[in-house]
């Protein structure tokens, strides 16, 4: 039950530590420099001018507040001469698109305002989940210090022409004398640009095509071509999955590309059934911390569990060895054999031998959940082929390179040799999006235009064929790279011709090109496919290879991709390196993790100060002779024992700004593509880091019923409210020596909401992944300033909507746990063992728009009132940031304005470039030093619905103003839903009066408009 458990967010606040007490009642961490401001203490109170004395005494936010809304610069504003047809001032136009970067894939919604891109939504009539780094690409379409802008040859600029003369010339050349070239590129998921590879390696013969991936799923797509007969990736519909066992897969987070959709579809509690997750792993991850029940296990066990599983499902004798979990393999087994062909296993290790495994037992299983058919047509990356093409230049084997969107100089494990063999070529061109450390090497590079200013089609599985269509004028002098390969080739055709005429003959079937771009994408129904005839997989010999090539070690390392950074491809958008990690909560850095014990053992320790920063030891770690040194340590509840993590995508410096110039890049460690490393050496080294954590600022951790969890069986079987052993019990309060209601005791009279709309928002915890898409998705839409490092330290972060995670324990506090005879070492060693595998929790927390507002009583200056309908308003230019409306918010969700973010050296990120201005939203006021901001329900989007209703004479249609607060337009799994509780049709109103509705701290009775679905976890009891 909810109420019977302690929820915490660091070890620290699991040992009732003293410092996270006093942080708890702390908004806000740092003291004000009044010292700075006032100057000198004595002088100030000679001073004769009192009323000016008086204004810098009483804080400077005071003074600083008013200063600000009475010298406010001038900005000239210059109309248009000849306004363009197709644009209204004051509109916004949709477009729709899709984003293919060679890591991140997705059908998209794109906002644009007077010719300007600035929102990035998913495209949900075609079903594509999206995540955070696809709503901060925008931003980085605005990214002029990495962008390439002009065509150069070796550093100097010169023309298109020129590089198309001197480029064909040498390809010619090349030709003539058939010395071999690679096209080098990333995955492109896009099939008129393998026909215009296919032309350009026609016009030249002694052309190769490599596809290379800096995280690599080449195992996998291997292990689907000796299967199967196709080198591509299985999908998988998880929607109707009955038990999902996964070992190591973050299908969450990038495995596959994700699939948090479909995994959401098959969990929803009012359908009576939710698939059953076990989730094998060393990491916390993203789809651990969400599943049923999470095993924690090491990466060299968790081979052998999957083959122990093989062994006990097929009755067989593959060689393997014992688990300290075989006990839970077994359960597992007959929980498989019972669901059958409802039932799926899948794993995250990249070798071949461990996916054939997993692929055999969907086959054991006649799994329905895995389709070897509709294949994902991402991660193409051939680690072979990479290999044999660094072994080919070093040995002067290639003559020329023409790389696209990739940099493996930074990548690569083995750059060192890449970098030797590209000194060795006649010839190197880089096509490329930003300026890195492959395009500075290379002879000629050659900027391409960002997606948005793109055309293009994808098709990211075999049923969806998507187009991309430019929004925005191009920003520099860049050209397609089908433009290039088509004029090279000889051709006179420009890519969107080629591109309309191929999809018009090869695709749409029939269906207008204006069509399926206004849809942005087009369904084909008629997939056609065969399973292939393949030679049969010999399961014994694959087992035993697995068998002989997993080498158990004291340490393990697992490689992963973080949910911020991904690949690292936007390591300079400030969004993403801002956003704090869902698990972890720290943000601006990637670190080691690892578990109490082994941290204990090798001394490494994150202590907490009083101002909410914790601090870290550093390590350095060797494998297989190379050694990456200076890396943070972060002690991670639920990390398996004799495991650690890091995330690949940091470490970058080429061309960055400065600021992001964080993390250690753990490529060098990316042995043979694989993502788990044995035989890890780690050594303790002097130094203490600064991580910018906010996993023990703004909790309301300790509160009563801040999360509330039931089990399936509970939510099935008993009442929600009932007094002794409901999973939804009203909150009492003692009211004249009795307990009763909260709800029938107030201090205030209730609002008349008969009249006009009243906003609320549900969150279903059971659906809410954590993934953090609503986070970039809010920033983007009210341009919440970013703060960096430094500030994020002290607790001065800016966001308006944060991600709480909550780890879970069943002893609720100390003195519980004496209680139950704990003591001493006794007490120690429970609190560990909460701490080895903890349930994990997560909670968006935005303001509540509480209709008994406490924060509204407290405003001198009534900056922050109450709407009709129903949201708390802030006016900023009313604000003298008296801060009184935060310490009275129970819900810590106000955020202070510590400096002026825009045009301020000292913030250097996209408030101060004439550029990232681009992508402010012009219908929200960027707020200044000394205002309180927060979560506004997106009103500046609520109010065009209605303006746009009202102008077409009608009434908002149901649910139409779901899509207009951002973080429920973000949503992909539909866990945020939005809407006017006076219309009984938006769903949102049948949600506030389910059974599963509650009010966070309702026993305060300040009404809120946010509304939580308490969370079901299928415990396989029902």
């Known amino acids: 039950m909810a109420s019977n458990k302690k929820y915490w967010q660091s070890v620290e606040g699991l040992k009732d530590s003293s410092i996270v007490e006093t942080l708890s009642k702390n908004e806000f961490v740092a003291d004000i420099p009044t010292d700075d401001f006032l100057g000198d203490k004595e002088t100030l109170?000679?001073?004769?001018?009192?009323?000016?004395?008086?204004?810098?005494?009483?804080?400077?936010?005071?003074?600083?507040?008013?200063?600000?809304?009475?010298?406010?610069?001038?900005?000239?504003?210059?109309?248009?001469?000849?306004?363009?047809?197709?644009?209204?001032?004051?509109?916004?136009?949709?477009?729709?698109?899709?984003?293919?970067?060679?890591?991140?894939?997705?059908?998209?919604?794109?906002?644009?305002?007077?010719?300007?891109?600035?929102?990035?939504?998913?495209?949900?009539?075609?079903?594509?989940?999206?995540?955070?780094?696809?709503?901060?690409?925008?931003?980085?379409?605005?990214?002029?210090?990495?962008?390439?802008?002009?065509?150069?040859?070796?550093?100097?600029?010169?023309?298109?022409?020129?590089?198309?003369?001197?480029?064909?010339?040498?390809?010619?050349?090349?030709?003539?004398?058939?010395?071999?070239?690679?096209?080098?590129?990333?995955?492109?998921?896009?099939?008129?640009?393998?026909?215009?590879?296919?032309?350009?390696?026609?016009?030249?013969?002694?052309?190769?095509?490599?596809?290379?991936?800096?995280?690599?799923?080449?195992?996998?797509?291997?292990?689907?071509?000796?299967?199967?007969?196709?080198?591509?990736?299985?999908?998988?519909?998880?929607?109707?999955?009955?038990?999902?066992?996964?070992?190591?897969?973050?299908?969450?987070?990038?495995?596959?590309?994700?699939?948090?959709?479909?995994?959401?579809?098959?969990?929803?509690?009012?359908?009576?059934?939710?698939?059953?997750?076990?989730?094998?792993?060393?990491?916390?991850?993203?789809?651990?911390?969400?599943?049923?029940?999470?095993?924690?296990?090491?990466?060299?066990?968790?081979?052998?569990?999957?083959?122990?599983?093989?062994?006990?499902?097929?009755?067989?004798?593959?060689?393997?060895?014992?688990?300290?979990?075989?006990?839970?393999?077994?359960?597992?087994?007959?929980?498989?054999?019972?669901?059958?062909?409802?039932?799926?296993?899948?794993?995250?290790?990249?070798?071949?031998?461990?996916?054939?495994?997993?692929?055999?037992?969907?086959?054991?299983?006649?799994?329905?959940?895995?389709?070897?058919?509709n294949t994902l047509n991402i991660r193409q990356g051939n680690d072979a082929e990479v290999a044999q093409l660094v072994s080919e230049m070093k040995s002067g084997k290639i003559a020329g390179l023409i790389s696209y969107n990739v940099d493996p100089v930074y990548s690569l494990p083995n750059s060192s040799e890449f970098i030797e063999g590209l000194n060795n070529l006649e010839i190197s061109v880089a096509l490329s999006l930003e300026n890195n450390e492959t395009t500075n090497l290379s002879k000629f590079s050659l900027p391409t235009p960002h997606y948005l200013e793109s055309w293009g089609d994808t098709q990211f599985d075999a049923s969806l064929y998507g187009l991309m269509q430019p929004t925005i004028q191009p920003l520099f002098n860049t050209r397609q790279i089908q433009d290039v390969l088509l004029k090279w080739s000889g051709s006179s055709v420009s890519y969107y011709d080629y591109l309309k005429e191929f999809a018009s003959t090869n695709v749409l079937e029939g269906t207008s090109w204006n069509t399926a771009l206004h849809n942005g994408f087009y369904k084909i129904e008629s997939l056609g496919f065969s399973e292939p005839s393949v030679s049969k997989v010999v399961i014994a010999d694959v087992a035993s290879q697995l068998f002989k090539s997993t080498k158990s070690s004291a340490f393990e390392l697992n490689l992963y991709t973080s949910t911020g950074l991904g690949d690292g491809k936007q390591a300079n958008n400030p969004w993403l390196q801002e956003f704090p990690d869902p698990i972890t909560r720290a943000s601006w850095d990637n670190y080691l993790t690892m578990s109490i014990s082994d941290a204990r053992e090798l001394g490494f320790e994150n202590p907490v100060k009083d101002n909410g920063a914790i601090d870290g030891d550093y390590a350095n770690i060797t494998v297989n002779g190379v050694t990456v040194k200076n890396i943070p340590v972060l002690i991670q509840p639920g990390q398996a024992k004799g495991s650690i993590g890091l995330a690949l995508g940091y470490g970058r410096e080429f061309g960055l700004k400065d600021e992001m110039q964080v993390g250690v890049n753990a490529y060098p460690l990316y042995s043979n593509g694989n993502n788990i490393q044995y035989n890890v050496a780690i050594e303790k080294v002097s130094g203490t880091h600064k991580f910018a954590c906010t996993q023990v600022q703004k909790t309301i951790a300790g509160r009563h019923d801040i999360l509330k969890v039931a089990s399936l069986k509970e939510y099935k079987t008993v009442a929600p409210k009932d007094h002794h052993h409901g999973w939804n019990k009203p909150a009492h309060v003692s009211y004249d020596h009795q307990e009763v209601e909260a709800k029938t005791i107030d201090l205030w009279g209730e609002h008349n909401r008969e009249i006009g709309h009243h906003f609320n928002l549900s969150i279903d915890l059971t659906s809410c992944t954590g993934c953090g898409a609503c986070v970039i998705a809010c920033h983007a839409e009210n341009n919440v300033p970013v703060v960096g490092k430094k500030e994020v330290r002290v607790g001065r972060d800016m966001h308006w909507l944060r991600i709480d995670r909550y780890y879970s324990s069943e002893i609720a506090t100390r003195e519980e746990a004496k209680a139950q005879g704990l003591s001493g070492g006794d007490l120690y060693k429970a609190i560990e063992t909460e701490a080895e595998n903890?349930?994990?929790?997560?909670?968006?927390?935005?303001?509540?728009?509480?209709?008994?507002?406490?924060?509204?009583?407290?405003?001198?200056?009534?900056?922050?009132?109450?709407?009709?309908?129903?949201?708390?308003?802030?006016?900023?230019?009313?604000?003298?940031?008296?801060?009184?409306?935060?310490?009275?918010?129970?819900?810590?969700?106000?955020?202070?304005?510590?400096?002026?973010?825009?045009?301020?050296?000292?913030?250097?990120?996209?408030?101060?470039?004439?550029?990232?201005?681009?992508?402010?939203?012009?219908?929200?006021?960027?707020?200044?030093?000394?205002?309180?901001?927060?979560?506004?329900?997106?009103?500046?989007?609520?109010?065009?619905?209605?303006?746009?209703?009202?102008?077409?004479?009608?009434?908002?249609?149901?649910?139409?103003?779901?899509?207009a607060c951002a973080c429920a337009a973000a949503c992909s799994s539909g866990a945020m839903v939005f809407g006017d509780i006076n219309n009984e049709e938006d769903r949102v109103t049948k949600l506030v009066k389910d059974k599963r509705a509650y009010g966070v701290l309702d026993y305060l009775q300040t009404k809120p408009n946010v509304i939580y679905q308490v969370k079901i976890k299928n415990t396989n009891e029902a």
């Open 45 to 373: 109170e000679n001073s004769s001018t009192s009323r000016r004395d008086f204004l810098k005494y009483v804080g400077f936010t005071t003074a600083a507040a008013s200063l600000a809304a009475c010298e406010g610069p001038v900005v000239k504003s210059i109309p248009y001469v000849v306004k363009p047809d197709d644009i209204i001032s004051g509109v916004a136009d949709w477009y729709a698109t899709s984003i293919a970067d060679g890591y991140d894939f997705a059908n998209v919604l794109v906002k644009t305002r007077e010719g300007r891109p600035i929102l990035v939504m998913p495209n949900k009539e075609s079903e594509s989940d999206i995540n955070g780094r696809v709503v901060a690409s925008i931003l980085s379409l605005y990214d002029e210090k990495l962008r390439l802008k002009e065509p150069t040859k070796g550093g100097d600029t010169i023309s298109w022409a020129d590089a198309d003369g001197e480029i064909g010339a040498k390809l010619n050349e090349l030709k003539l004398a058939n010395k071999p070239v690679v096209l080098l590129t990333g995955t492109m998921a896009s099939p008129s640009t393998d026909e215009v590879v296919k032309e350009f390696i026609a016009a030249y013969p002694n052309v190769k095509h490599v596809v290379y991936d800096a995280v690599s799923e080449s195992g996998a797509a291997e292990a689907m071509l000796a299967m199967h007969g196709k080198r591509a990736l299985p999908n998988y519909h998880l929607d109707r999955a009955e038990t999902i066992v996964s070992f190591g897969a973050d299908f969450l987070g990038d495995f596959h590309g994700g699939f948090e959709k479909k995994y959401i579809q098959g969990r929803k509690p009012e359908s009576g059934k939710m698939s059953y997750h076990v989730q094998f792993e060393s990491n916390m991850s993203l789809t651990g911390a969400n599943s049923d029940k999470r095993v924690v296990l090491k990466p060299s066990d968790q081979v052998f569990a999957l083959l122990n599983l093989y062994n006990i499902l097929t009755s067989s004798n593959l060689p393997s060895k014992s688990t300290p979990v075989d006990a839970a393999i077994k359960e597992v087994a007959q929980i498989l054999k019972k669901s059958g062909s409802k039932g799926v296993v899948l794993t995250g290790l990249n070798d071949k031998n461990a996916q054939l495994v997993a692929l055999e037992i969907n086959k054991v299983l006649s799994s329905e959940i895995i389709d070897t058919n």
């Open 838 to 963: 903890p349930e994990v929790t997560f909670q968006p927390m935005m303001c509540q728009h509480c209709n008994h507002a406490p924060c509204e009583t407290v405003c001198p200056v009534a900056a922050t009132t109450h709407g009709r309908q129903g949201q708390n308003q802030m006016t900023y230019n009313r604000c003298v940031g008296t801060r009184y409306c935060a310490n009275n918010c129970p819900y810590r969700v106000r955020r202070f304005n510590w400096f002026n973010y825009a045009n301020n050296k000292e913030f250097d990120f996209n408030m101060n470039n004439e550029y990232g201005k681009m992508v402010l939203n012009p219908d929200v006021v960027v707020r200044s030093r000394g205002v309180m901001e927060k979560c506004s329900f997106c009103i500046q989007s609520t109010q065009a619905v209605i303006l746009k209703a009202k102008k077409e004479g009608r009434s908002v249609a149901n649910d139409e103003f779901n899509d």
